[in-house]
């Protein structure tokens, strides 16, 4: 059930409380630690749900002003709720490593610019 009460701002909030779940879990790990661990990567992926399911729900009035693939943040969402038969492990360690930053960096820059 959609709650609509939850503002864009709180979305945004949980998208980075996301991002540091999942910088905590895996920090100080090396890709093959987290490619051995099954219960981390349960654990991410269940943040990465929460961050596409965020975005899902974010006016994209908001997001468009922002130059970012948000289709994709979304995509892989669907990807792993529906397709999680077919995930490869690795390339999740991958968007750890060079796509979350940015999409951090992002969601902290709207949240300044629209919210400050």
Request: proline share 2%.
């Amino acid at each position: 059930m959609k709650n609509s009460s939850i503002s864009n701002k709180e979305r945004l909030v949980h998208i980075l409380e996301a991002i540091n779940l999942i910088e905590e879990f895996t920090n100080n790990l090396t890709k093959q630690s987290f490619l051995n661990d099954k219960v981390i990567q349960s654990a991410v992926l269940f943040q990465f749900s929460i961050i596409g399911e965020a975005i899902v729900q974010i006016d994209s009035g908001v997001l468009e002003k922002y130059d970012y693939p948000w289709l994709y943040v979304r995509s892989f969402r669907n990807f792993i709720l529906h397709e999680y038969h077919a995930i490869e492990i690795w390339v999740v360690w991958e968007t750890i490593i060079y796509n979350l930053p940015e999409i951090k960096h992002r969601v902290q820059n709207i949240l300044k610019q629209e919210f400050n």
